[in-house]
Protein backbone atom coordinates (compact mmCIF):
# COMPACT_ATOMS: atom_id res chain seq x y z
CA UNK A 1 0.00 0.00 0.00
CA UNK A 2 1.63 3.51 -0.86
CA UNK A 3 1.57 6.29 2.00
CA UNK A 4 2.73 9.20 1.90
CA UNK A 5 2.37 11.06 5.36
CA UNK A 6 2.91 14.92 5.86
CA UNK A 7 4.13 16.93 8.79
CA UNK A 8 5.70 19.98 10.39
CA UNK A 9 2.99 22.51 9.82
CA UNK A 10 2.09 24.51 12.24
CA UNK A 11 1.24 27.96 13.08
CA UNK A 12 4.12 30.74 12.11
CA UNK A 13 4.24 34.47 12.55
CA UNK A 14 5.35 36.44 9.40
CA UNK A 15 9.23 35.94 8.66
CA UNK A 16 9.37 32.68 10.35
CA UNK A 17 10.65 29.30 9.09
CA UNK A 18 9.13 25.89 8.98
CA UNK A 19 10.69 22.43 6.97
CA UNK A 20 7.97 20.11 6.20
CA UNK A 21 8.43 16.35 5.86
CA UNK A 22 6.57 13.80 4.09
CA UNK A 23 7.40 9.92 4.53
CA UNK A 24 7.19 7.83 1.77
CA UNK A 25 6.28 4.32 1.72
CA UNK A 26 4.92 1.05 -0.90
CA UNK A 27 6.82 2.43 -3.54
CA UNK A 28 10.64 2.75 -4.84
CA UNK A 29 10.52 6.35 -3.54
CA UNK A 30 14.36 6.86 -5.12
CA UNK A 31 12.74 5.87 -8.56
CA UNK A 32 10.39 8.40 -7.83
CA UNK A 33 10.49 12.47 -9.04
CA UNK A 34 8.45 14.16 -6.41
CA UNK A 35 6.30 17.54 -5.81
CA UNK A 36 5.00 19.68 -3.30
CA UNK A 37 1.53 21.28 -3.92
CA UNK A 38 -0.22 23.60 -1.71
CA UNK A 39 -4.03 24.10 -1.72
CA UNK A 40 -5.21 27.40 -0.05
CA UNK A 41 -8.93 28.31 1.49
CA UNK A 42 -11.08 28.89 -1.76
CA UNK A 43 -8.19 28.15 -4.36
CA UNK A 44 -7.03 25.73 -6.47
CA UNK A 45 -4.20 23.66 -5.73
CA UNK A 46 -0.82 25.21 -7.00
CA UNK A 47 2.02 23.00 -7.59
CA UNK A 48 5.04 24.31 -4.94
CA UNK A 49 8.61 23.01 -5.89
CA UNK A 50 9.79 19.72 -7.03
CA UNK A 51 12.43 17.34 -7.04
CA UNK A 52 14.21 14.49 -9.28
CA UNK A 53 14.30 11.44 -8.03
CA UNK A 54 18.26 11.30 -7.59
CA UNK A 55 18.05 15.04 -5.16
CA UNK A 56 19.99 16.98 -8.04
CA UNK A 57 17.76 18.88 -10.28
CA UNK A 58 14.84 21.36 -8.30
CA UNK A 59 12.30 23.11 -9.39
CA UNK A 60 9.93 25.85 -7.77
CA UNK A 61 7.27 28.29 -8.30
CA UNK A 62 7.87 31.89 -8.75
CA UNK A 63 5.43 32.72 -5.71
CA UNK A 64 8.13 30.57 -3.16
CA UNK A 65 11.02 30.84 -5.49
CA UNK A 66 14.45 31.82 -3.25
CA UNK A 67 12.17 31.11 -0.31
CA UNK A 68 12.40 27.69 0.14
CA UNK A 69 14.53 24.82 -0.37
CA UNK A 70 13.24 21.32 -1.43
CA UNK A 71 15.41 18.30 -0.27
CA UNK A 72 15.27 14.52 0.16
CA UNK A 73 16.71 12.06 1.74
CA UNK A 74 16.52 8.30 -0.36
CA UNK A 75 17.59 5.68 2.21
CA UNK A 76 14.89 7.77 4.71
CA UNK A 77 12.39 7.06 2.09
CA UNK A 78 11.62 11.13 3.11
CA UNK A 79 10.91 14.14 0.97
CA UNK A 80 11.25 17.63 2.79
CA UNK A 81 10.28 21.43 2.04
CA UNK A 82 12.29 23.94 4.09
CA UNK A 83 10.18 27.31 4.26
CA UNK A 84 11.57 30.54 4.76
CA UNK A 85 10.14 34.55 5.18
CA UNK A 86 6.90 33.13 5.71
CA UNK A 87 4.07 35.16 4.47
CA UNK A 88 0.40 35.22 5.10
CA UNK A 89 -0.63 34.14 1.91
CA UNK A 90 1.93 30.93 2.06
CA UNK A 91 -1.54 29.64 4.76
CA UNK A 92 -2.47 26.87 3.04
CA UNK A 93 -2.51 22.64 3.34
CA UNK A 94 0.72 21.31 1.64
CA UNK A 95 0.57 17.89 0.06
CA UNK A 96 3.84 15.70 -1.28
CA UNK A 97 2.85 14.18 -4.41
CA UNK A 98 4.32 11.50 -6.80
CA UNK A 99 5.03 13.10 -10.53
CA UNK A 100 5.96 11.95 -13.63
CA UNK A 101 9.54 14.44 -13.38
CA UNK A 102 10.74 17.22 -11.32
CA UNK A 103 9.56 20.20 -13.41
CA UNK A 104 5.84 21.86 -12.76
CA UNK A 105 3.57 22.27 -12.68
CA UNK A 106 1.56 19.60 -13.44
CA UNK A 107 -2.18 18.52 -14.55
CA UNK A 108 -4.44 17.42 -12.48
CA UNK A 109 -3.85 13.75 -13.78
CA UNK A 110 -0.32 13.52 -14.17
CA UNK A 111 -0.29 13.58 -9.86
CA UNK A 112 -0.02 9.47 -9.39
CA UNK A 113 -0.29 9.58 -5.40
CA UNK A 114 -0.77 12.09 -2.82
CA UNK A 115 -0.81 12.48 0.87
CA UNK A 116 -2.85 13.68 3.65
CA UNK A 117 -1.59 16.92 3.71
CA UNK A 118 -0.17 18.95 6.82
CA UNK A 119 -1.50 22.67 7.19
CA UNK A 120 0.36 25.81 7.33
CA UNK A 121 -0.90 28.60 8.72
CA UNK A 122 0.84 32.10 8.59
CA UNK A 123 -0.60 34.76 10.63
CA UNK A 124 0.61 37.16 13.48
Known amino acids: EVQLVESGGGLVQPGGSLRLSCAAS????????MSWVRQAPGKGREWVAGISNGGFRKYYADSVKGRSTISRDNPKNTLYLQLNSLKTEDTAMYYCAKTPGGRGPFAASEYEYWGQGTQVTVSS
Open 26 to 33: GFTFSNAP
